[in-house]
C-alpha cells in the first residue's frame, strides 16, 4: 500500500513539474516558438529554434548539377535559416525517471548532424537526470547548435548520401523531400522571416513623422528607407493620376529608388493600378529601341521594327509605315515633312549637334532640311513685317501711305490696323464712323504722307 502511494506521490510531482516547466516556456517564447499539448493522455509540444548567425552569412548548396568548384555567385547571403525543430513528449515518469521522448528535424542539417545534437542532448539529460531539462535543451539549440557543429561562415551544403544509414539517430530527421528544392525554400524562407521581423518593429515614418509598426509601413527595397502605408498611398495615387509613372521614387532628399509594382499594387485601389500597370508597360516599350507604335491613331499597336530599313509593318491593322515619319513607307525616298513640322525640323536641325545634323540630314535630305530653313525664315519675316488680306489671305506689307490699304491681288480695302475689310464705295468711312475702333486714326503711325496707297503683294 505504501508504494502505491508513494508512486502515486511520484506521479502527480511529475505532472506538477511538467506543467510548471511548459508554463514557463510558454511566457518565456512567443506562440511561433513554441506551441504546447496538454490533456489527460498527452502532454507535449514543438519546439522552433531559430539559430542565431554571424553578420553577412553566406550559404552554397551543391546540387548534382554544381561544379565541384563553388563560384563566388552561387553564395547568398541569408538573415536566417529554417529553425530546428524539436518536437518532443512528457512521459508519465518524466523528469523523475526517463527524459523526454523527441525527434529533431531540419530542411538544411543532414542527419549526422543532427543525430550528433539528439546525442548531446541525450548528454545533457545524463548530467543532469532527474531534473526538468526542456529549457536547457531549447537553451542550447538555439545558442549553443551553430558553434557544437562546428559550422562556418560561408556555409556549402551538400549533399547527404548517408540519409538512410542504421547506424544514424532514427530521433535525427532531415525534413526535405527534394534535395533540388533546398535552396529555394531557404531562400523563401529568408525572405519571409524578414518580412516578419519587419512587421513586429517599431518604425518613424520619413514623412508625417509618426511612429508606425512595421505591418503599417513599407520599405523601398533598394534604400531601405521606410514610410508609412497612409502617406505612400497618398504619393502614390498623386503621382499615378498625373501620368508620371516614374515619380514613385523614395520620397528621402536624393534618392531615386524606385518603387516596386507589388508595394504600388498593395498600397493602391484596382483601377489605380490598373492605370500605372498600362503607363508603366508603354515607358518600358517607349525605351525599347526596337519598338515603336502603330501611328493609327486607333490602333496604337507596339510594333517590333528593323531600325537599318526604317520599315514598319502593324501586326494588328496591317499598316505598313515609315518608322521616322509615321506615314505610309515610302522606301528609300527622303521622307515628307507635314506642314506643321517644318518649324520643328527647324529649330531641332539649328540647336542640334553635328551627329545630329547629320542624322536628320539622312532622314529627311539635306535640301529639304534646307528649304525647310529657308520656309521658316520667309513665314517669320511674313508673321512680323506683313499682314493677311482679309479678302483672298494674301500677305501684304506696308511700305508708307495712310492705314487704309488695297490688295494688289484682289483689288479689295481693308483697314492696316485692324486689318478689318472696308467697302469699296467709301473705304474711308471706316475712319470717320463714330463706333469704329479706328475713328481719326487714318494716318496713325505714319511719319510721311503719300496720297497714293504703295503696297507689295507677296
Not at 516614374?246 to 492605370?275: R, S
Not at 483689288?411 to 464712323?433: G, I, K, Q
Not at 496713325?444 to 496720297?451: L, Y
Request: proline share 5%; with cysteine; charged share 25%.
Amino acid at each position: 500500500m505504501k508504494v502505491l502511494n508513494v508512486l502515486s506521490f511520484v506521479m502527480t510531482e511529475n505532472k506538477e513539474q511538467q506543467e510548471d516547466e511548459l508554463l514557463a516556456l510558454s511566457s518565456i517564447y512567443d506562440d511561433t516558438v513554441i506551441s504546447l499539448v496538454q490533456d489527460n493522455n498527452d502532454c507535449g509540444g514543438q519546439f522552433s529554434a531559430r539559430l542565431h548567425f554571424p553578420e553577412n552569412f553566406q550559404l552554397a548548396v551543391i546540387t548534382d548539377k554544381t561544379d565541384d568548384e563553388i563560384k563566388p555567385k552561387e553564395f547568398h547571403t541569408l538573415k536566417h535559416l529554417p529553425p530546428l525543430i524539436l518536437d518532443f513528449q512528457l512521459p508519465p515518469d518524466y523528469p523523475s525517471d526517463n527524459p523526454p521522448q523527441f525527434t529533431l528535424s531540419c530542411k538544411w542539417l543532414n542527419r549526422k548532424q543532427l543525430s550528433l545534437l539528439c546525442a548531446k542532448l541525450d548528454e545533457l539529460w545524463e548530467e543532469d537526470k532527474g531534473s526538468v531539462i526542456l529549457f536547457t535543451w531549447t537553451n542550447f539549440l538555439l545558442d549553443d547548435s551553430y558553434s557544437f557543429l562546428g559550422l562556418e561562415n560561408p556555409l556549402i551544403i551538400s549533399k547527404d548520401t548517408n540519409r538512410k544509414d542504421s547506424a544514424l539517430d532514427s530521433r535525427a530527421i532531415q525534413d526535405i523531400a527534394s534535395y533540388d528544392r533546398l535552396l529555394p525554400v531557404i531562400l523563401e524562407y529568408n525572405k519571409q522571416a524578414i518580412k516578419l521581423d519587419f512587421d513586429k518593429s517599431f518604425f518613424p515614418c520619413q514623412v508625417c513623422f509618426g511612429e508606425k509598426l512595421g505591418s503599417q509601413c513599407i520599405k523601398f527595397l533598394d534604400c531601405d528607407h521606410v514610410y508609412c502605408k497612409s502617406c505612400m498611398r497618398d504619393y502614390f495615387n498623386v503621382q499615378i493620376n498625373e501620368g508620371n509613372v516614374k515619380g514613385l521614387i523614395c520620397p528621402y532628399d536624393k534618392c531615386e529608388t524606385q518603387a516596386h509594382p507589388c508595394q504600388v499594387q498593395e498600397l493602391v485601389n484596382q483601377e489605380v493600378f490598373a492605370k500605372y500597370d498600362r503607363m508603366l508597360l508603354m515607358t518600358s516599350l517607349d525605351q525599347m529601341v526596337d519598338v515603336v507604335y502603330c501611328p493609327r491613331p486607333a490602333c496604337q499597336y507596339p510594333v517590333s521594327v528593323d531600325k537599318e530599313s526604317n520599315f514598319g509593318n502593324c501586326p494588328s491593322c496591317r499598316y505598313v509605315f515609315c518608322i521616322l515619319c509615321q506615314l505610309v513607307y515610302h522606301g528609300l525616298s527622303p521622307c515628307k515633312i507635314k506642314s506643321d513640322g517644318l518649324q520643328k525640323l527647324r529649330d531641332e536641325y539649328n540647336n542640334a549637334d553635328e551627329k545630329t545634323k547629320k542624322l536628320l540630314e539622312k532622314r529627311y535630305g539635306k535640301q529639304t532640311i534646307e528649304a525647310a530653313v529657308a520656309e521658316c525664315l520667309t513665314k517669320d519675316w511674313l508673321d512680323q513685317f506683313s499682314k493677311t488680306c482679309p479678302s483672298c489671305g494674301a500677305s501684304i506689307q506696308k511700305i508708307d501711305g495712310c492705314n487704309k490699304m488695297t490688295c494688289m491681288k484682289c483689288r479689295a480695302h481693308f483697314c492696316w490696323l485692324c486689318e478689318e475689310y472696308l467697302p469699296r464705295n467709301n473705304p474711308y468711312s471706316h475712319y470717320n464712323t463714330l463706333n469704329s475702333p479706328c475713328r481719326n486714326k487714318l494716318f496713325e503711325g505714319v511719319n510721311e504722307f503719300d496720297d497714293e496707297d504703295d503696297l507689295m503683294w507677296m
